[in-house]
């Protein structure tokens, strides 16, 4: 069992005698990927590297300014001076040979479990692609027509642990979706591009283009291209704090999923709710470290309950001390007065994790209108979103699921009309554009309309 140097903590917030939302507001702004925190280390760090104490923010707008302008050997010299990795214009690329050795040495158990996940994928997101729509009337043919994306390019995180499971959540609903050539980039590390497990999922599921490199330097030469590595549509995929600054970065010159934040759940819980279970979904999102793991119960008992537990199962897990120090900084056990004030108070967090494991589930849901993923009952924990049940686990964090949506397949689309009028369509339809035409000033537009009509 892990010794742990730093006492169990965890802030408890009784709803009904104190106000909540500065409690809520001072956790989401810790979250929110701004850009302008830094630790003293890395600035330390930043100072060796650039030799000035840059913010995150200006260390991404360098690197990737210096990447569209200098290409690979801007990659490579990244590489080195962040990742300690000495790589060449030839080694930066996963071999064929690597990937079918380490798709050879893979555990077959693990390569069985890999290709059910990956059939769980296509059988979801295949479900749920859009299909093509076409209306007709009077000589009028209009349809919205659903294209995938030729090129796209994953960032899969390789710094404190190996996740197979990124490449599956983003890569599978890519290949659901039809695109055709997909790109992977990890760090070059033990835990990313020279992982063996990322490299066997990559094989086991038809991904062959494989790069080392990840940071900022890694989604610049996926967004700009550089020499061998051609420019892609869009980028996918988690990272720190850095991927998600120059995802922001480069967006307009390619598309993105979404710039996360850390990873976060809320949890509902009443007396019919095992608090061993609860504690461990709470324990799961602070193990990510940073991780917001937030219960929110009208039961004291459940609430007193679930605070015994986290303190007996942290003790077991592997990261403790990291879980610890998230659950202090970023957890919060909240008590409140009713059902219903707790679905308030769901979607004003908006979290990319929800998991209602009350009596009544549905019902609670039914009020809830904003989550990224919603796990219902006692039996359907957040690690089931996150390795195998379907949807992408790659959603929306700090707040966004109040306008935003999870990855999945027709995130990979490119959605276009086609408008096809006959003749009589275009003269019945020819006063309405004439009108607004002239009242906009526009004599062009309605000249091309005349001209048909006469």
Same mark, same amino acid.
């Given at each position: ?8 903590? #965890? ?18 702004? &810790?979250?929110?990927? &701004? ?56 080694? #930066? ?8 050795? *380490? ?33 007709? &009337? ?117 598309? #993105? ?26 324990? *799961? ?14 039961? &004291? ?59 009544? *589930? ?93």
């Amino acid at each position: 069992m892990p010794r742990m140097s730093e006492p169990f903590s #965890i802030r408890v917030i009784d709803a009904r005698q104190e106000p909540l939302a500065p409690a809520l507001a001072e956790l989401r702004e &810790r979250l929110s990927p &701004r850009g302008n925190i830094v630790s003293e280390a890395g600035r330390k760090r930043t100072i060796d590297v650039f030799g000035k104490p840059l913010s995150p923010t200006e260390v991404v707008e360098t690197i990737c300014r210096d990447v569209r302008e200098r290409g690979i050997a801007a990659v490579l010299d990244y590489s080195k001076k962040l990742d300690r990795a000495d790589l060449t214009p030839e080694t #930066i690329r996963v071999s064929q040979a690597e990937l079918d050795a *380490a798709h050879a040495a893979a555990d077959p158990a693990f390569l069985a479990a890999i290709a059910r996940i990956q059939q769980n994928i296509l059988e979801f997101q295949t479900a749920i692609l859009h299909k093509e729509v076409e209306v007709r &009337r009077n000589g009028v043919v209009l349809r919205q027509r659903y294209q995938p994306l030729e090129r796209i390019g994953i960032c899969v995180p390789g710094g404190a642990a190996a996740y197979p499971s990124t490449v599956l959540m983003t890569a599978v609903p890519a290949q659901a979706a039809g695109v055709s050539q997909i790109v992977v980039i990890a760090p070059p590390t033990d835990f990313g591009a020279n992982n063996r497990d990322v490299l066997a999922t990559c094989k086991a599921i038809g991904v062959t283009e494989v790069y080392r490199m990840g940071g900022a330097q890694g989604v610049a030469a996926l967004a700009y291209g550089v020499e061998g590595i051609p420019k892609v549509d869009k980028i996918v995929g988690p990272g720190n704090l850095f991927v998600a600054l120059a995802k922001r970065h480069v967006y307009g010159e390619v598309d #993105i999923d979404s710039i996360a934040g850390p990873s976060e759940v809320v949890v509902i819980s009443d007396e019919t709710t095992r608090a061993d279970f609860t504690a461990a979904d709470l324990l *799961a999102q602070a193990e990510h470290a940073p991780g917001a793991s937030i219960l929110i119960t009208w039961s &004291r008992t459940a609430l007193e309950a679930t605070k015994r537990e986290l303190e007996r199962l942290v003790q077991t897990i592997s990261r403790s001390e990291l879980t610890l120090q998230s659950l202090r900084d970023f957890g919060c056990l909240i008590l409140v007065d009713s059902p219903e004030e707790a679905c308030r108070v769901t979607s004003e967090i908006a979290p990319e994790h929800l998991h209602i494991a009350t009596e009544n *589930a549905g019902a609670l849901l039914a009020k809830i209108r904003n989550a990224g993923a919603t796990f219902l009952g006692n039996y359907s924990p957040v690690a089931l979103g996150d390795y195998a049940a379907g949807p992408s686990h790659v959603l929306p964090t700090g707040g966004t699921a109040r306008w935003a949506s999870g990855l999945s397949a027709n995130h990979f689309l490119r959605s276009s009309s086609v408008i096809d009028y006959s003749a009589e369509a275009l003269r019945d339809i020819a006063p309405a554009i004439q009108m607004l035409a002239d009242k906009e000033g526009l004599t062009a537009h309605r000249l091309s309309v005349d001209l048909r009509v006469e």
